[in-house]
């Protein structure tokens, strides 16, 4: 049986904790879940950290419930808000021809491994893409004949107050041990292919509040931005224009089909209070 593993997202609109283990066909099969609504972020801070706290601890605690298991261990994604993302050209030499090593593979991570500890920590080093003597590109250059080994290195850091901030709310819980992860990362290994990633690859993460872009290629982030506007943008100038309540904006948003030609009579219905609600569909 797979082992189960905990892992943490910080949406721009809620906090999401899953338990669950990799199935067939690179499926993910969730045995808990657990979900708190919160204020969220932008421009790489919190609205109301005095309350990131108890959402966290209530996101924890209903995945736990649900799932009938204790977290011991839990990987934690950092938002693109509160990281950045350095590429780096670096390379060394082994003055002679012979096969590549793992530990040549770290050497060359860590010539590029240069910023202020006091303001970032690293939480993932990638490539793009290793180049042997011969001017070859690939992914896995461990095993190859080369004098010097070369390559585009990706290193995301995170925002160290992130994740000291992190930190002392786990220890608070209870949680023994954290491992922090790009979310751009973990989503673009997860979704695209990697010969898709060999030609370059665009994600575009639209959540609540912060939409992230971010180009990938090779097993690494060329690029990444984010900016203040996300879903919960659109609901509120449904909320405005129509002067609904934010809830059932949230609601009619939720049924637009972009893909439609829709007819002068369309309508969207969505319950409210008292009656059902019905909007012109070309007009929203």
Do not use: W
């Not at 950092?78 to 990281?83: E, G, L, N, Q, T």
């Not at 593979?105 to 910023?115: C, D, I, K, R």
């Amino acid at each position: 049986m797979a082992q189960d593993v905990a892992a943490l997202d910080f949406g721009s609109g809620k906090i999401t904790v899953l338990i669950g283990h990799r199935g067939v066909n690179n499926t993910i099969t969730i045995n808990g879940l657990g979900e708190s609504e919160y204020a969220g972020y932008a421009n790489g801070e919190f609205y109301q950290p005095e309350q990131l706290s108890y959402a966290i601890a209530h996101a924890i605690s209903n995945a736990e419930t649900n799932s009938q298991t204790k977290i011991t261990h839990l990987y934690v994604g950092v938002p693109s808000d509160f990281s950045s993302v350095m590429c780096k050209e670096v390379s060394i030499s082994f003055g002679k021809r012979r096969r590549v090593k793992d530990t040549d593979v770290a050497e060359l991570h860590e010539q590029g491994m240069a910023f202020d500890d006091k303001v970032y920590t690293l939480v993932n080093c990638q490539p793009v893409y290793y180049s042997l003597d011969d001017g070859r590109r690939l992914i896995e250059p461990v095993g190859l004949s080369t004098s010097k080994l070369s390559g585009c290195i990706s290193y995301v850091l995170a925002e160290s107050r992130f994740i000291m901030n992190v930190n002392a709310i786990m220890s608070s819980l209870g949680i023994e041990s954290v491992e922090y992860m790009s979310n751009t990362l973990s989503e673009s290994l997860f979704l695209f292919d990697t010969v898709t990633r060999d030609r370059f690859a665009v994600l575009m993460d639209v959540g609540f509040i912060t939409t992230t872009v971010a180009v990938v290629r090779g097993d690494g982030i060329l690029s990444q931005h984010s900016f203040a506007l996300g879903g919960g943008n659109i609901t509120g100038d449904l909320a405005m224009h129509y002067s609904i309540p934010f809830s059932t904006a949230e609601a009619l948003k939720r049924k637009v089909v972009l893909s439609l030609d829709h007819a002068d009579g369309d309508v969207y219905e969505v319950a409210g209070r008292n009656e059902t609600l019905k909007f012109s569909a070309k007009e929203v």
